[in-house]
Nanobody
Framework: QVHLVESGGGLVQPGGSLRLSCAGSGMLFSIYAMGWYRQAPGKQRELVAAITSSGRTNYADSVKGRFSISRDNVKNTVYLQMNSLKREDTGVYYC????????????WGQGTRGTVSS
């Protein structure tokens, strides 16, 4: 059974940083692209950052230059380093991966909440 388990969310002041982690199990982690999605209050879930199996990355325009996605295929873990956080970065962050259907991986984590507030 596949599990994606996120951690690292929390409360941070504007301008601060958070580092999210997503540990995968039950899947061939290294062969799949992985992504981080965010669902802000009252909004649809959106792709924030993604990384291919070979390490190519792409980012939503709203986070370019502030967020960085990386992966460690030995630890079966994908990370999201979030710097210069803004209030609008608040939301639940979900890890996604696995075989793609319509550009989205089959597997989701349970989500970790990040709140940017003073």
């Amino acid at each position: 059974q596949v599990h994606l388990v996120e951690s690292g969310g929390g409360l941070v002041q504007p301008g601060g940083s958070l580092r999210l982690s997503c540990a995968g199990s039950g899947m061939l982690f290294s062969i799949y692209a992985m992504g981080w999605y965010r669902q802000a209050p009252g909004k649809q879930r959106e792709l924030v950052a993604a990384i291919t199996s070979s390490g190519r990355t792409n980012y939503a325009d709203s986070v370019k230059g502030r967020f960085s996605i990386s992966r460690d295929n030995v630890k079966n873990t994908v990370y999201l380093q979030m710097n210069s956080l803004k209030r609008e970065d608040t939301g639940v962050y979900y890890c996604n991966g696995g075989p793609l259907r319509g550009g989205v991986g089959d597997y989701w984590g349970q989500g970790t909440r990040g709140t940017v507030s003073s």
